[in-house]
């Protein structure tokens, strides 16, 4: 598609294929959600999308890509792909930003499903997004959120170089749900990268995701915090979809 540029990247490691969904690998990717990401005792998602009858855990999947597609700006996105191995659709992995052209900083999300886990798969597909990010991007900081307790996505940060950022809140479930913030900057995600990743098709959506301002920001009044900062950390959107269920 020429005129939706995103549908053209690709990130290639040696186990696995990050892609923008086609119509089929999005009802694929669909049907794994709906199959399970995680153990029924543990949430590791914010936002609880896996919590429902099948068809419904189906529909909150292509809703999300549909609705991250529907607001795209390139001062606010969010690039869903999924992760394909030996070509079958095994999971979906994000990079999102806000204000990417002033703060260089991405958030990453992912989830492989759960007959997935545990081949090595969400390494792959871990360092094939960060590869994207820092090459593909020129971004200058990776950012994750991780619940306590997600052991697994814990050691996979801990693995690629990302130091503890500090912590944030949610209520999941109807209980205080901690979870702690991890940053990569590019000069450790260089000293740790062993992964070979190649990328292709991201030349001609590159305007989507640069955009500078040209205006001077409006100055809040002192004491108070401006609407988008608010709702932002450090200059990526403050969380509210997922984290991580990919080891």
């Known amino acids: 598609m020429h005129n939706w540029p995103l549908t053209g990247i690709t990130v290639r490691t040696p186990l696995v294929e990050l892609r923008h969904p086609t119509p089929q690998d999005l009802d694929a990717l669909a049907d794994l959600g709906a199959e399970g990401v995680h153990t029924p005792g543990f949430m590791p998602f914010f936002s609880q999308w896996t919590?429902?009858?099948?068809?419904?855990?189906?529909?909150r999947v292509l809703q999300r890509h549909w609705r991250a597609m529907a607001d795209w700006s390139a001062?606010?996105?969010?690039?869903?792909?999924?992760?394909?191995?030996?070509g079958e659709v095994v999971g979906s992995q994000s990079l999102g930003a806000r204000d990417f052209a002033v703060t260089g900083e991405v958030l990453l999300t992912s989830?492989?499903?759960?007959r997935h886990q545990g081949l090595g798969l969400g390494g792959?597909?871990?360092?094939?997004?960060?590869?994207?990010?820092?090459?593909?991007?020129?971004?200058?900081?990776?950012f994750s959120v991780v619940r306590r307790g997600n052991t697994a996505?814990?050691?996979?940060?801990?693995?690629?170089?990302?130091t503890h950022d500090g912590t944030q809140i949610n209520a999941v479930r109807g209980e205080r749900a901690v979870s702690d913030r991890y940053r990569l900057t590019r000069a450790?995600?260089?000293?740790?990268?062993?992964?070979p990743a190649e990328i292709a098709g991201l030349e001609p959506a590159l305007d989507l995701f640069r955009?500078?301002?040209?205006?001077?920001?409006?100055?809040?009044?002192?004491?108070s915090l401006p609407p988008a900062l608010a709702?932002?950390?450090s200059g990526v959107r403050y969380a509210p979809e997922p984290d991580h269920a990919d080891v």
């Not at 989830?111 to 759960?114: A, E």
């Not at 996505?153 to 990302?162: E, I, L, M, N, P």
């Not at 955009?211 to 004491?223: E, Y």
């Open 124 to 142: 792959h597909a871990r360092a094939a997004s960060l590869e994207l990010a820092f090459t593909g991007l020129g971004a200058q900081d990776a």
């Open 75 to 86: 001062d606010d996105w969010t690039l869903y792909l999924v992760v394909v191995h030996k």
């Open 153 to 162: 996505s814990q050691a996979v940060c801990r693995k690629f170089g990302f």
């Open 111 to 114: 989830w492989l499903g759960l």
């Open 211 to 223: 955009a500078a301002s040209t205006s001077r920001p409006v100055q809040a009044p002192s004491g």
């Open 51 to 59: 919590d429902g009858d099948p068809a419904t855990v189906a529909r």
């Open 231 to 233: 709702a932002t950390l």
């Open 188 to 195: 450790a995600w260089a000293a740790a990268r062993t992964v």
